[in-house]
């Protein structure tokens, strides 16, 4: 092969790998973009309709209490009941029939009359739980009397003497038109994007197609979350072997679980549309390119070849002072080394930026486990002495049950700037789970870190959260190689000292020195 073969060969290298290189990282860069927008969307989707759900089934609730109540000395007028259970159906539209029944079961009027159970004795499992229980009840879902598919919501009718007289029910047809599609229905999507509704057995109870209503769903690793109360977002795969994008989110009153979820396919159709367009605009300026190479490369053999050694090795780090230092003394070398060095940056910013995002959690900005994990092999690597602070919010599920889930993100947010004013430049304040924190501190002693989390302690303790006003933290303090050599044993023994602060009464701090018990500090 001669000279002028070569440089075309190795030009062509130059300028197809990092065109291929930044495509490629384009691509994957937004198709992770797409696939968590539509995750995070589909999860705010779900969240959204529990709530509203859960709105409904209080409301349904709040309406049949107050027919209850109605009704308490109105037991023996049959006619009258007969018209408060039409009104109720016919009123609220929120049930597909109304039941009224007395302490033993006996149904004493229904809406609509059609259902002809007027007289009967119900003893579905629904029935008899209101019966035995006494207390206001949603059903799981089942086969009524009539061959219904249904849920039945109850309150129970008292005297004003507080005798148990029977009970009002609501019940939801689950394969009929119902409160649940008017609620879910109109989210469906042209797309293939569509909700579903399961109930802790991980039955449908809600599906666009009412032929899936009642079906059990099997291997699917978001329905077998969403059934046991968890929320959140992630990947599955449907009944047809379609791959999903979903987002689910827990009835917390029922136990059902509402899944939104968009085929993967068609979230990422777009891109792939952009990229083949992208594609399809480059090839003619590459080709015309290799086309005025070809013409010169006798006079530019030196420095294209230089700058196709630099191509070859754009994954080393180096490569991009390499590139810089070749002299191209002619114009078109001079912008195949500009682009060259353009798509080099453009890679180098892209993977940076995944790995600060990688690393960041995204409500408070503190770093994540990851983050985490590097901070402590860096440690180790240099063998530099730290200590841990480990901290969590004292009584955080009342700040969420009373204040709310966002007064809750305001408190942590307020938090993890409390603990950036605490910390130097170097230490590394992080984020580990729901309320639960720890402060890295590169080359500080125990005693010291100790006054680094009383300080933070009273900080926390003296600010104002809007909504919720003050909060308290417990910490506990290690060091390594004082508590422990093992760096896992180091955080296991903050970890234990910030519970022993929890049993020591909270907002507290917490220390063992090197063979002693912990040492509880707290101050006002």
């Not at 046991?228 to 047809?240: D, F, L, M, T």
């Not at 002299?327 to 080099?344: D, N, Q, T, V």
Request: glycine residues 6%; positive net charge; aromatic residues 8%.
């Amino acid at each position: 092969m001669d000279l002028r073969k070569l440089i075309l060969v190795l030009t062509f290298l130059g300028a197809l790998v990092p065109f291929a290189n930044t495509f490629y990282a384009s691509y994957t860069v937004q198709r992770q973009q797409l696939m968590d927008a539509t995750l995070d969307s589909n999860y705010a989707y779900a969240s959204k309709l529990a709530k509203s759900t859960e709105d409904f089934l209080q409301a349904s609730q709040l309406q049949l209490a107050y027919t209850a109540q109605l009704l308490a000395t109105q037991m023996d007028d049959v006619g009258r009941l007969g018209g408060e259970a039409t009104r109720l159906r016919m009123m609220s539209k929120s049930f597909n029939s109304i039941t009224i029944f007395d302490a033993t079961g006996k149904v004493l009027a229904t809406s609509p009359e059609a259902l002809g159970l007027q007289g009967r004795v119900l003893n579905s499992e629904a029935v008899k739980a209101a019966l035995r229980e006494k207390r206001p009840l949603i059903s799981a879902p089942y086969q009524s009397a009539t061959g219904n598919f249904i849920v039945f919501i109850n309150h129970p009718i008292v005297s004003p003497a507080g005798q148990y007289l029977g009970a009002v029910g609501g019940a939801i047809y689950l394969q009929k038109e119902n409160i649940l599609d008017r609620l879910l229905g109109q989210h469906f999507y042209v797309d293939g994007s569509y909700l579903f509704v399961v109930d802790r057995q991980k039955r449908i109870i809600y599906h666009p197609d009412p032929q899936r209503i009642g079906d059990f769903v099997e291997n699917n690793a978001v329905v077998d979350r969403v059934a046991a109360g968890e929320s959140g977002k992630g990947a599955a795969v449907n009944s047809h072997g379609v791959s999903m994008l979903a987002g689910y989110a827990p009835v917390a009153s029922t136990g059902w679980g509402i899944v939104a979820q968009r085929p993967q396919a068609a979230t990422l159709a777009p891109l792939t549309e952009l990229m083949q367009s992208t594609l399809y605009k480059a090839l003619p300026a590459m080709l015309l390119t290799l086309a005025f190479l070809l013409w010169s490369a006798r006079l530019i053999s030196r420095p294209l070849r230089l700058l196709a050694d630099g191509a070859r090795k754009m994954d080393d780090p180096a490569s991009a002072g390499d590139i810089r230092s070749v002299k191209s003394w002619y114009f078109e070398s001079r912008e195949l080394k500009k682009a060259m060095l353009m798509g080099i940056d453009a890679i180098q910013k892209s993977f940076s930026k995944l790995r600060e995002d990688t690393a960041t959690d995204p409500l408070t900005q503190l770093g994540n486990r990851r983050r985490m994990d590097d901070a402590l092999r860096t440690f180790e690597s240099q063998a530099n002495t730290f200590s841990v602070i480990s901290l969590d919010i004292d009584h955080f599920k009342a700040v969420n049950d009373t204040y709310g889930h966002d007064a809750g993100d305001e408190a942590l947010r307020c938090l993890a700037q409390r603990m950036r004013e605490a910390c130097r430049a170097y230490d590394v304040p992080l984020r580990v789970g729901g309320e639960e924190f720890l402060i890295l501190l590169p080359s500080t002693t125990l005693a010291t870190a100790t006054q680094v989390a009383e300080r933070l302690r009273r900080a926390v303790e003296e600010m104002k959260i809007p909504k919720v006003g003050s909060i308290t933290v417990s910490l506990g303090v290690a060091n390594w190689p004082q508590s422990s050599f093992d760096i896992e044993a180091v955080l296991k023994t903050a970890d234990e000292m910030l519970y022993a602060s929890k049993r020591g009464g909270r907002n507290r701090v917490s220390m063992r020195p090197s063979g002693s018990d912990a040492a509880p500090m707290r101050g006002a």
